[in-house]
C-alpha cells in the first residue's frame, strides 16, 4: 500500500513511546506475543506495545490467542523491539562519505526530527559505508563485520537506510548488525527496492528521480532549443543513472540532436560544456568519478561544468541548484529525511507503518533563469523558485506597512491642521472684519469729538472766502474799481478754498472705512503731524499747548496709515480729557519719537493730567475701562488691538514730573537715527 | 466808495481772516486797525477807536475775557464778536458780557455792517 507523505511534524503528538513507562519482562514477552499476533493476523506493520494503554487489555486476551501464537515464535523472524528501561537506538546508514551532500542533508533532517519527536530521547548512531569509493565485496564484508561487533552491546532498534545501496547492505546483513531492528528507508524507488530485493517488511519513503519530467520543465522554457547534452561519470552509479536516462529519454531525445557526453574527464566536460550551442539543453545527471576514476562530489563537478556552459544546465538534485542548474522535477533529501523520521518514530511508537511516495516538484533557481534570460512565465505550473529576490513588500512587508501607517497617521494630523488651520484664518478674517468695522466706529467717534474743533477750523477759511468775495464784489461795483485788490482778493479766495479743501480732505481721512486693511509703508513723523493737524483746533480750544520732539529723521513703518493716526487721536484726545481740571496755563500735550532696540520706533504721549492711578495702569487698556463719564472705555483697548495688529506694543505709565504718558512701538521698516 | 470817518478796530488770530474782515470794512469806507491777538491789542497804544470787533477765540486770550478787562477798566466801547465757534453758551456768555452782535463765521457782509452801523449809531 503504497501513500504520499507531506511533511507533518504534529504527527509525532500522536505517539506513545514505550521508554516512557517501566517496562518487566513480561511486559517483553507479551510486546513480543502482541507483535507476533498482528503478523499472523496479516498486519505488515511492526508495533510496539504501549504498556500504559495496552497491557491490561493484552492481559485480557483470550488464552487461545495466546497459546495460538506461542508455538511460532521459534519459528518466527527474530524480529522484535525490546525497548527496556532505556532509550531508544536508532542507526543511520549512510551510502556514501560525509561530504555527500543529498544523503548528509537527508541524515541532518532525520536527525533533526527525531530529537524532535522523541524531546531528545533518543540515540542516534551514523555510520558512513562509503560504497561508491569502496564498493568491493571485501570492503562490504569488513564493513559489516565491523558494525556487528561495534553494535554487539547496543543494537539498534530501527535502522534507517538512505538509499538503495544502504538498504541493500543493511537487508544483507540484519541478523548480524542489528537483529530485530526495524528497518527503513529512503533514497530509492520502488523498482530500485525491487531490483535489490529488500524484504517485505523494509518500509520506505520511495522517490523516483524522473529525468523526464527535468527535460520536460527545460523543453517549456527553451522551446527553440535544438541540441539536448546528457552528462554523467563513470562510476557504475553515474552509468546506471546514463542508463536510466537513456531508457527514460528515447523518446523525446528524437525531437533533438542529442549527444549522451560520457566517459571523459572533467576538464574534458568543462571544455566540451563552454562550446555547446546556445540552442542546447544540457541535463546533468551524476558524476562520482570522471573517466580518470578521480571521485566528486557530484555538484562541485556540476559547479565546474556549469560555471563555463554556454547553455542551460538542468539536474534532478535539489543540491545542484545554487551549483550553477536552472531546475530541475526534484524531491528534496530533507523531506526524504523527515518523511523516513516519522516512519522510524512511528515505528517506535508501535504505530502501523507503511510505505509511502515522496512527491517530486519543480524547482528552479531564479537567478539561473536571470542568467539565462529565461522565463519564469514558462516554468511548469507550481514551480518553487529559490533564490527569488523578494518583492520590495515581501522583503519589507513590515517597515512598508509601518511607513504608510507613518505617512497615513501624519496625512490625518496634517489634515486636521489644515482644517484648524483653515478655521483660524476664518477666524482672523473674522476678527480683521470685526477690528476694522470696531476701528471705523471709533474714527466716527472720535470725530464726532472733534466736530466743535473741525467746525471751528473749517469756519475760519469760510468765512474769509465769504469777506473776500463780497469785498471784491463791491469794488466791481465802483467806476474804477482796483484790478490789483481784485486780483491779490482773489488769491486769497483760492488759498482760503485750499485751506478749507485740506480740512475736508483730513476729515475724509479721519472717517475713511476699510474693508481690508491698507497696507502701506509711511513715515510715522508725518502722521504725527497730521494727528496733530486735527488735534490742534480741539487743543487751542482747550488751551492746551502741543509740542512735538524726538527722531526727526524718516520714520518708516508698515501698517494702514489711516489705523495709526487712529491710535495717535485715540490716546491724544484721552489726554487732552485728561487735563480739563488742570489750569488752563498748564495744559501741554507732547508727542515724542525714538528709535529703541530691535530697531523700533516708540512715540510717547504724555499729558499734564493727573496721571493714572498704580493700580490701574494695567488694567487701562481692557475694554470698557474708563474714567470719564461720558466715554465708552473703547479707545485704549482699540488702540491695543491696532498696535498689536501690526506687532507693536503698548503700554502705559506716569511721567515723574506729574501725567500720563501712553507709549506704543511699531517695528521699523528702515532704521533712522536719534536725535 | 466814499471814506467814512470812522475807525474799526478788528481782534482775530487768523490771519487769512484778520486781512478779509479789515479788507472789506475797508471798501466800504472804514478806516482799520488790525490786532492779532488779545494781548496784541492791549499791548499796542491805542489812538482813535470806534468799534471793536473781536473774534471770541483768539487761543490766547479770548475775545470775551478782552471786552470784560476793558470793560472793567471803564471802557464804553462797542464790541461786536465774530467766531467761527458753534457754541451756544459762549453766544449766551458774550451777550452777557454785552455786544451789539454775535456773528458766526461765515457771515455776510451786511450783517457786520449793520452791527457796526447799529454800534456807531449808540
Known sequence: ?675 | MEKLPWTIAVVEDDPSMLKSVQRLLNVHGYTTQAYSSAEDYLDRPVTKIDCLVLDVDLGGMSGIELQRQLRDAGSKLPVIFMTALEDDALEAEAARAGCIAYLRKPFAAASLINAIDKALAA
Not at chain 1, 154 to 180: C, K, M, Q, W, Y
Open chain 1, 1 to 675: 500500500m503504497a501513500r504520499q507523505f507531506d511533511d507533518h511534524p504534529g504527527r509525532t503528538s500522536e505517539r506513545a513511546f514505550p521508554w516512557d513507562h517501566l517496562h518487566t519482562s513480561t511486559d517483553t514477552v507479551l510486546c513480543s506475543i502482541c507483535y507476533y499476533g498482528s503478523v499472523l493476523l496479516g498486519a505488515r506493520t511492526f508495533m510496539v506495545c504501549n504498556w500504559k494503554v495496552r497491557s491490561s487489555r493484552i492481559v485480557r486476551s483470550s488464552a487461545a490467542f495466546f497459546f495460538l501464537v506461542l508455538p511460532m515464535l521459534a519459528a518466527g523472524q527474530a524480529v522484535s523491539m525490546e525497548i527496556v528501561g532505556r532509550v531508544p537506538r536508532v542507526l543511520i546508514l549512510y551510502p556514501y562519505d560525509e561530504r555527500i551532500a543529498a544523503t548528509t542533508e537527508a541524515g541532518e533532517a532525520v536527525r533533526n526530527r527525531l530529537r524532535e519527536g522523541t524531546a531528545g530521547k533518543v540515540d542516534i548512531f551514523s555510520e558512513f559505508l562509503d560504497l561508491t569509493r569502496f564498493p568491493e565485496k571485501a570492503h562490504v564484508e569488513k564493513m559489516a563485520h565491523f558494525l556487528t561487533d561495534k553494535y554487539r552491546d547496543r543494537r539498534p532498534d530501527v535502522v534507517i537506510a538512505l538509499s538503495d545501496e544502504s538498504a541493500s547492505f543493511i537487508a544483507t546483513h540484519r541478523n548480524t548488525v542489528a537483529p530485530g531492528a526495524r528497518i527503513v528507508t529512503t533514497g530509492l524507488s520502488r523498482s530500485t527496492a525491487g531490483n535489490i530485493h529488500l524484504p517485505g517488511d523494509v518500509i520506505g519513503v520511495f522517490n523516483k528521480d524522473d529525468i523526464v519530467k527535468t527535460l520536460e520543465m527545460a523543453r517549456g522554457l527553451q522551446p527553440k532549443a535544438r541540441h539536448l547534452f546528457i552528462i554523467g561519470g563513470s562510476a557504475d552509479l553515474d552509468r546506471a543513472w546514463l542508463a536510466t536516462a537513456r531508457a527514460d529519454l528515447a523518446d523525446l531525445a528524437k525531437n533533438y540532436e542529442t549527444t549522451y557526453l560520457e566517459n571523459v574527464t572533467i576538464d574534458e566536460f568543462v571544455q566540451r560544456a563552454a562550446r555547446f550551442p546556445p540552442d542546447s539543453i544540457v541535463l546533468a545527471l551524476t558524476i562520482f568519478k570522471d573517466s580518470t576514476g578521480r571521485n566528486f562530489i557530484p555538484r562541485e563537478a556540476i559547479r565546474q561544468i556549469a560555471a563555463t556552459a554556454s547553455a542551460p544546465i538542468y539536474g534532478p538534485y535539489p543540491t545542484y541548484i545554487d551549483h550553477g542548474i536552472v531546475g530541475g522535477n526534484m524531491v528534496t533529501f530533507e523531506s526524504l529525511g523527515l518523511a523516513v523520521a516519522d516512519l522510524a518514530l512511528d515505528a517506535i511508537a508501535g504505530n502501523p507503518i507503511v510505505s509511502v511516495d515522496a512527491a517530486p516538484i519543480y524547482i528552479a533557481d531564479a537567478r539561473q533563469l536571470k542568467r539565462w534570460g529565461l522565463s519564469e512565465s514558462d516554468l511548469p505550473a507550481g514551480t518553487v523558485q529559490w533564490f527569488k529576490e523578494k518583492t520590495l513588500w515581501e522583503e519589507h512587508w513590515l517597515a512598508v506597512l509601518t511607513t504608510i501607517a507613518v505617512i497615513a497617521a501624519q496625512g490625518v494630523v496634517i489634515a486636521g491642521l489644515l482644517v484648524e488651520r483653515r478655521r483660524r484664518r476664518a477666524a482672523e478674517l473674522e476678527l480683521r472684519v470685526r477690528l476694522l468695522e470696531l476701528v471705523h466706529l471709533n474714527q466716527s467717534a472720535t470725530a464726532g469729538a472733534l466736530t466743535a474743533s473741525i467746525a471751528h477750523e473749517l469756519n475760519q477759511p469760510l468765512g474769509a472766502i465769504r469777506s473776500n468775495a463780497e469785498a471784491g464784489e463791491l469794488l466791481l461795483r465802483g467806476e474804477t474799481p482796483d484790478l490789483n485788490l481784485i486780483k491779490q482778493i482773489l488769491v486769497d479766495i483760492k488759498d482760503d478754498d485750499q485751506r478749507a479743501g485740506d480740512i475736508i480732505t483730513r476729515l475724509r481721512g479721519l472717517l475713511k472705512k476699510r474693508s481690508e486693511i491698507d497696507w502701506q509703508e509711511f513715515d510715522l513723523n508725518e502722521v504725527i503731524k497730521s494727528a496733530i493737524k486735527i488735534l490742534r483746533p480741539e487743543a487751542e480750544r482747550r488751551s492746551i499747548v502741543i509740542s512735538c520732539s524726538g527722531a526727526t529723521d524718516e520714520l518708516r513703518v508698515r501698517a494702514d496709515r489711516v489705523h495709526i493716526q487712529q491710535v495717535i487721536l485715540n490716546l491724544a484726545t484721552n489726554a487732552m480729557d485728561a487735563m480739563l481740571d488742570v489750569a488752563s496755563t498748564e495744559r501741554r500735550l507732547k508727542f515724542q519719537t525714538r528709535l529703541t532696540k530691535g530697531s523700533k520706533v516708540e512715540l510717547s504721549i504724555s499729558d499734564t493730567g493727573d496721571g493714572i492711578p498704580g493700580e490701574q495702569l494695567v488694567g487701562v487698556f481692557d475694554p470698557f475701562y474708563t474714567t470719564k463719564p461720558t466715554g465708552t472705555g473703547l479707545g485704549l483697548s482699540i488702540a491695543r488691538m491696532i498696535v498689536e495688529t501690526y506687532a507693536g506694543k503698548i503700554w502705559a505709565g506716569n511721567n515723574p514730573e506729574g501725567g500720563a504718558v501712553i507709549r506704543f512701538n511699531l517695528p521699523l521698516v528702515r532704521s533712522g537715527c536719534v536725535t
